[in-house]
């Protein structure tokens, strides 16, 4: 279930109503990756904002199944979806600690907006990163 990969992922616990409402906002911008016998194995939720903006809040990837590309056809489609829906600008935050996730979205054309002090709810800073979807 896509809890279990945000439990284990993104060490966070949402109640499920929340995914049913942020993905009713664009359906379209909620995918999930699944294996072979229709079981999710990663997700990408975004949401669209003000200015023709995409943003991505949750992202992650079973750690079975990571470093095998899911994560790449997942943002991939992603911005497709973003620029057939006349999106200009992709944004998302990170831990400045999460070097895996900062290499990936770097390797993607992301590069770094802002530092957001004590972003997340331990303290940690994140960084805003963003891309233009052309
Ligand atoms: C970030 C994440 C979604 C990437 O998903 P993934 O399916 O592993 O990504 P891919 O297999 O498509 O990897 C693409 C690129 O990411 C980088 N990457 C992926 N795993 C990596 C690892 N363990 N170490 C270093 N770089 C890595 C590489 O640049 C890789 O390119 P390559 O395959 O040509 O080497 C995944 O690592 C994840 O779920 N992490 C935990 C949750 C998280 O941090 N989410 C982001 C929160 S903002």
Redesign the pocket.
């Known amino acids: 279930m896509i809890a279990d990969i945000v439990r284990d992922?993104?060490h966070e616990n949402y109640d499920h109503s929340l995914y049913l409402s942020l993905g009713q906002q664009w359906p379209d911008g909620f995918l999930v990756a699944a294996d072979a016998l229709g079981r999710p194995i990663?997700f990408l939720l975004g949401v669209m904002q003000v200015d023709r903006e995409g943003r991505?809040l949750?992202?992650?990837?079973?750690?079975d199944?990571?470093?095998?590309?899911?994560?790449?056809?997942?943002?991939q489609a992603f911005l497709d979806r973003c620029r057939t829906q006349g999106l200009r600008r992709v944004t998302?935050?990170?831990?400045v600690s999460?070097?895996?996730?900062i290499?990936?979205y770097t390797?993607f054309r992301f590069s770094v907006v802002d530092l957001l002090r004590t972003y997340y709810s331990d303290g940690e800073d994140g960084y805003q990163m963003a891309r233009d979807t052309a």
């Open positions: 992922s993104l990663g991505i949750m992202f992650a990837v079973d750690r199944h990571r470093a095998r590309g899911v994560g790449t056809q997942l943002m998302l935050e990170v831990r999460n070097a895996t996730a290499r990936f390797d």
